[in-house]
């Protein structure tokens, strides 16, 4: 099994969030591929099994799991692919659904990729799950934004969405790990969204990931995209827009995720991130 590591939504290799790839998995079976992401030990690695017809079969593994969906790993699954065979469309088929994913090059060389996530939505974050939530962060509920109410969006993947009233809030993550693997693993929730709004389209995001057997993800492109669905339907932004999403700057791996919300409830959110081989 070849398998090539990247990082996503970030041109320098010391930034963003490292994925395994592998670009063809013909013939591996779950436990092949749950062994080889936790031998990478990455948040997720991806397996590519093509098809006759140009399409890629997608599955993410994390080290301890799969997830029905991983958006950093899309965009440098598409960037190695790119590399390899050429940019221009693909179609990814996951467990999430279909995504669709282009790549180009911009001016400076690095290979770009941008993923349209399926439909977004949210459900109500029940009360007792948000008081759990932020026990284990270790957040009182008046350090909450009231501006951007919490509820659990998906956008191939579930993350409760909690914002922060400071950016300090958000800088002095501290949180009780085996509680929040606990109250995640009954929620089926992949990563908490933890976010800050800078400006009206700028915003700053951590994202905790016990379920993966990793402590926080330096770029999370599944829960950017929940996010600008998210943003939308609670009209919380004016559509179309797009958003600057800043993450890992706190872990000392910066990463940049542009979000495109179009207009309309079903349609997908566009991921948009730079990916560079390690």
Known sequence: MEILRYVAFATDPAGGNPAGVVLDAGGTDDAGMLAAAAEVGYSETAFVVPSDDGTLHVRYFSPLAEVSFCGHATIATAV?????????????HTKAGTVQVTTTVADDGTTVATLVSVAPRTEPLAEADL???LKALRWSADEL?????PRVAYAGAWHPVIAAGERSRLADLDYDMPALTALMARRGWTTIDLVWRESPTVFHARN????GGVVEDPATGAAAGAFGGY???LELVDTPTTLTIHQGADMGRPSTITVSV???PDT????TGAAVQI
């Open 80 to 92: 190695a692919h790119a590399e390899r065979h050429g940019i221009g469309p693909l179609t990814l």
């Open 131 to 133: 008081a759990e939530l």
């Open 145 to 149: 934004d009231p501006t951007l109410p």
């Open 208 to 211: 905790p990931f016990p379920p």
């Open 231 to 233: 943003l939308r339907e």
């Open 262 to 264: 179009p207009d309309g």
């Open 268 to 271: 997908g959110i566009g991921v």
